[in-house]
Structure formats: structure tokens, C-alpha cells
């Protein structure tokens, strides 16, 4: 599994043939001006939630690539009555895809879309596939909910937002990679507005002090699993 930073919460995910692209919000993140929006494969979109910071791009790359959308029923709905192909799910739902094993997982947020319309119940994924699984938070408050993960699913990464204000920050992240059990840790959804700035030193040196590893990728880098 290859797994590429595309900015704020924005995701690449190679998972053997096939190509995912999580919450792309790419074409207004100034710091992510270098991405090309029109190199971007994928065969599957995956929304957490329908707030405009995660879904700005989906037109526009499901237009390009014919993409099937996976969300909640309500973005999905909302897509399939605009023609794009999707696959509603709901929390605790999974479903054996093509490339692997998806499940819809709870988030502590809010989720309309931009113009305030419903966006249902906002979410997480949690993906197995290539003999690895990794699970993403999408935006989340610290919730007990994340405890029920690791009762059946044993993590090798878990994206985390980690800016703060909107989401969790770097010190409820530290204890949420405790309840799912998974140390290893990709921050996400930080920087890119004033009010998500954080101290990358920092962030990495308080999970180091708890014995967890922060990666914190440049946007367009990628690690492997
Ligand atoms: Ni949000
Ligand atoms: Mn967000």
C-alpha cells in the first residue's frame, strides 16, 4: 500500500492495481499548487465528510476518471443525483471492494455541504488491503468510539487530524493512538488554515516522549506499508 500526502486532509492510496483519493481539496490549497489535479488517478473517491475542505475536487476528478464515490448515504445520494456512480455505506457497514476490505467507522464532527445542506453523519474509513490495514480518521474529536477498532482490526497506521480547534490536537491524538492500539501515526489536517498551525517539532517530540512514532509528510511525498 502506497500512500501519498496530497495536503490538509487530501490522500492518495495506491493499493495494489487500484487508486483511491480521499477528501481532495487540492485545487484552493495554496500550499498544495505544486499537485496537478489532472495527474491524479482514481478508480475511488473516498469522503469522510461534506464539508468543503474535503470534498472542493471530487467534481472534478470523478468527471475526469469516472470514479465510483464512497461515503455516507447522504453524500452519496447527493452525487448520484448529479450522474456520478457511488456506493453509499453507513456506520459500522463494510464491504469488500475491488481493492480491499472498507469499513465506515464513527467521527465526533459535523458534516453538511457548503451550502449547508445535509451531509449526513460524518465518518471514518478503516482499509484493509495488500495484507495491511490502515485506518483514517477523517475530522474527529478524541471519542471512545475509536476503542472499537482494535477489538477486530490489528492497525499498521492510522491517519490522524492533529491540528487542533476544528479537530482533535496533537495531545488527544497521542491518547486516540492509545484506544486504536496503533503507534504508528500519520498526521494530517493541520497548517493549512491560521487556526490549524502546529509546531512540527513539537508534535513529533510528544508522541516520541510516549514511545509513538509522527510521521508528517510534504505534500506530494509518500511512504509505503
Ligand atoms: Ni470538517
Ligand atoms: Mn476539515
Given at each position: 500500500?502506497?500512500?501519498?500526502?496530497?495536503?490538509?486532509?487530501?490522500?492518495?492510496?495506491?493499493?495494489?492495481?487500484?487508486?483511491?483519493?480521499?477528501?481532495?481539496?487540492?485545487?484552493?490549497?495554496?500550499?498544495?499548487?505544486?499537485?496537478?489535479?489532472?495527474?491524479?488517478?482514481?478508480?475511488?473517491?473516498?469522503?469522510?465528510?461534506?464539508?468543503?475542505?474535503?470534498?472542493?475536487?471530487?467534481?472534478?476528478?470523478?468527471?475526469?476518471?469516472?470514479?465510483?464515490?464512497?461515503?455516507?448515504?447522504?453524500?452519496?445520494?447527493?452525487?448520484?443525483?448529479?450522474?456520478?456512480?457511488?456506493?453509499?455505506?453507513?456506520h459500522g457497514g463494510e464491504?469488500?471492494?475491488?481493492?480491499?476490505r472498507l469499513k465506515y467507522v464513527n467521527a465526533i464532527?459535523?458534516?453538511?455541504?457548503?451550502?449547508?445542506?445535509?451531509?449526513?453523519?460524518?465518518g471514518g474509513f478503516v482499509i484493509e488491503?495488500?495484507?495491511?490495514t490502515i485506518y483514517i480518521a477523517g475530522?474527529t474529536?478524541l471519542t471512545h468510539d475509536l476503542k472499537l477498532i482494535p477489538m477486530r482490526l490489528s492497525l499498521d497506521l492510522a491517519i490522524l487530524?492533529?491540528?487542533?480547534?476544528?479537530?482533535?490536537?496533537?495531545?488527544?491524538a497521542?491518547i486516540a493512538s492509545d484506544f486504536i492500539e496503533c503507534d504508528k501515526i500519520?498526521?494530517?489536517?493541520?497548517?493549512?488554515?491560521?487556526?490549524?498551525?502546529?509546531?512540527?517539532?513539537?508534535?513529533?517530540?510528544?508522541?516520541?516522549?510516549?514511545?509513538?512514532?509522527?510521521?508528517?509528510?510534504?505534500?506530494?511525498?509518500?511512504?509505503?506499508?
Open positions: 500500500m502506497k500512500i501519498t500526502f496530497l495536503g490538509h486532509a487530501s490522500l492518495h492510496i495506491e493499493v495494489g492495481d487500484f487508486s483511491l483519493i480521499v477528501d481532495p481539496f487540492i485545487s484552493a490549497n495554496e500550499k498544495a499548487n505544486h499537485i496537478n489535479l489532472e495527474d491524479l488517478k482514481a478508480d475511488f473517491i473516498l469522503l469522510t465528510h461534506a464539508h468543503q475542505d474535503h470534498i472542493l475536487d471530487v467534481e472534478s476528478i470523478a468527471q475526469r476518471t469516472e470514479a465510483i464515490i464512497i461515503s455516507n448515504y447522504e453524500i452519496v445520494s447527493h452525487y448520484q443525483a448529479k450522474g456520478f456512480q457511488g456506493h453509499p455505506m453507513n464491504w469488500d471492494f475491488d481493492f480491499g464532527h459535523t458534516s453538511s455541504f457548503p451550502d449547508g445542506s445535509y451531509g449526513g453523519q460524518p488491503g495488500e495484507h495491511k475530522d474529536a487530524p492533529i491540528g487542533d480547534n476544528f479537530t482533535m490536537g496533537i495531545e488527544d497521542i500519520l498526521g494530517y489536517h493541520y497548517d493549512t488554515f491560521g487556526y490549524i498551525e502546529i509546531d512540527h517539532d513539537e508534535a513529533k517530540r510528544k508522541f516520541f516522549e510516549k514511545n509513538k512514532d509522527l510521521m508528517l509528510l510534504e505534500i506530494g511525498e509518500s511512504l509505503e506499508l
